[in-house]
């Protein structure tokens, strides 16, 4: 009957991307590659995998420009894909050449290239070799709901593209990067909502890329580490490359943690020397828990950095490290330990060296109360100030709290045009461990100190080397009170 032929024409239409309809058995042991490449080459557009375990033995390479608008559908979750070759699972090309102008777009690539999608489908490795996704020359490519995992990287990004957004996925116990920024040329790509875990070389990273307006926004970022190696980082972006620059970004609202690897940060910003621009900054670290690491933040060649309002623990190197960078604010940040721990608890630090035009402000910074790593394979606390400032010029630090620092509250080596007012340097320990709440040493000019409150430690409040100049004025000095 002409109703039945047409329900079944509908029902036809609606099923052609089904893989199943190209032969597909998605029992997770009959090679189905042949069915998924039939079903992308005589499809209508998406890759539709019903629940099932689909194994996959090459690359499934979709050129954009000749297949059309593209999407994959792994049915609410219910679909497995099972990378048993070498390389990513799905490669994705496209050939935006331009940027995020409107003006800027071929109407090809409106027509057949816009927002390739990947949702609710996990791929899962099982060749040593095998990854994920990989994207070059895309335009608005999205990921909503991906679990991937077992794999070289998750999701890499090479080449130029634009308008990036990954969201709400899981990327868990990869061997290499969980969102891998491989030399690209990308602008607006957001992070967001997603849990980015155990991924051996870094939970994020970037490197060799010329980046703007990145936001990593609302994540759970932890245990991306590698003991066997001297750099993994949960977020770590380098700029040391020629041509890369990665400005203009925000990381907030995420949690931070890790396990301690050699070398390791929470989160790593690497840019070039003052006499390349730096090629790193305009960021925002903010309102983030970020903590367990051998550096927290950790800044190199950066300029115009803002890290405020977060909650910084268990560095077992530094909570923040800033060498080399300029225009750096650190403003209403907790710096301490954690302690549910008891005993065992890591120090508190934040060191600052050869930079200039910085501002510590509104934070806390509390050391541990054995004034050492108490941490059974901590690696050995190498540090003489709480805040450390050295060879810098022009660092304000106003209305701060540095608490139980040892051997000093305060170590300023080297530096010049610094002002600190305003700030509590204090021992609240019962067992008075802090020799001095300020140590001034080497040469310095044109420094001023005023307006603190300053703990009398063992040796003295101050402590400052006949070459360091500096106008000590209003200065409230207290004794040990436990």
């Known amino acids: 009957m002409p109703h039945s032929l047409s329900h079944f024409d509908n029902a036809s239409t609606t099923t052609m991307s089904n893989v199943r309809e190209f032969g597909a058995a998605g029992d997770g042991k009959i090679d ?5 490449m039939h079903a992308l080459a005589d499809g209508d557009g998406t890759l539709e995998f019903p629940p099932g375990d689909y194994l996959l033995t090459r690359t499934v390479e979709v050129a954009l420009a000749d297949h059309g608008r593209f999407g994959i559908d792994g049915s609410g979750g ?18 935006h050449d331009k940027t995020a102008d409107p003006t800027g777009f071929k109407p090809a690539v409106w027509a057949r290239e816009r927002m390739p999608t ?38 890499r990004v090479h080449g130029r593209a634009r308008n990036l957004l990954i969201s709400h996925c899981h990327i868990y116990n990869n061997r290499g990067v969980g969102v891998f920024l491989d ?39 932890e245990y991306n580490y590698d003991p066997n190696a001297n750099d993994a980082a949960d977020v770590y972006i ?27 940060a929470n989160v790593r910003l690497v840019g070039r020397n003052a006499t390349e621009n730096h090629r790193a900054g305009m960021f925002t670290i903010s309102d983030n828990l970020i903590g367990s690491q051998e ?13 405020s309002g977060n909650v910084i623990y268990s560095g077992h190197r530094r909570n923040v490290e800033v060498d080399g960078s300029r225009n750096i604010v650190l403003a209403a940040n907790g710096f301490e330990h954690n302690p549910d721990y008891g005993e065992h608890e890591l120090c508190t630090g934040v060191r600052l060296a050869d930079s200039h035009d910085c501002t510590l402000s509104g934070s806390i910074l509390h050391d541990c109360q054995a004034g050492e790593h108490t941490v059974a394979g901590a690696v050995p606390l190498s540090r003489e100030g709480l805040l450390e400032i050295i060879r810098c010029r022009r660092v304000n ?13 305060l170590l300023i080596d080297e530096s010049d045009l610094l002002n600190v007012s305003g700030t509590s340097i204090l021992e609240t320990r019962p067992e008075q461990k802090t020799r001095a709440a300020i140590r001034l040493r080497g040469a310095g000019r044109g420094n001023l100190i005023t307006a603190n409150t300053l703990g009398k430690g063992t040796e003295d409040a101050i402590l400052r080397d006949p070459s360091f100049e500096v106008e000590l004025k209003g200065n409230l000095i207290v004794e040990h009170s436990g």
């Open 118 to 155: 990947a949702r609710h489908i996990e791929i899962e490795g099982r060749h040593p070799r095998s990854a994920g996704f990989l994207l070059e020359g895309t335009m608005q490519a999205m990921f909503a709901g991906v679990l991937l995992r077992g794999l070289d990287d998750g999701i």
């Open 32 to 36: 189905d590659t042949p069915a998924i």
């Open 238 to 264: 380098d700029s040391t490359a020629d041509g890369s620059s990665v400005r203009e970004g925000t990381i907030v609202g995420n949690t931070i943690q890790a396990k301690y690897s050699p070398g390791g």
């Open 397 to 409: 630090i106003n209305g701060c709290q540095v608490l139980d620092g040892q051997p000093f509250g």
């Open 295 to 307: 550096i927290n933040v950790h800044l190199v060649a950066c300029r115009g950095v803002v890290v």
């Open 78 to 95: 219910t679909a497995k894909i099972i990378m048993a070759g070498e390389g990513p699972a799905f490669h994705l090309v496209g050939t």
């Open 183 to 221: 030399r690209v040329n990308l602008h607006q790509a957001v992070i967001t909502g997603s849990h980015i875990s155990y991924c051996l070389r870094a939970g994020i990273k970037i490197v060799g890329s010329e980046i703007r307006n990145l936001q990593i926004t609302g994540n759970d970022i």
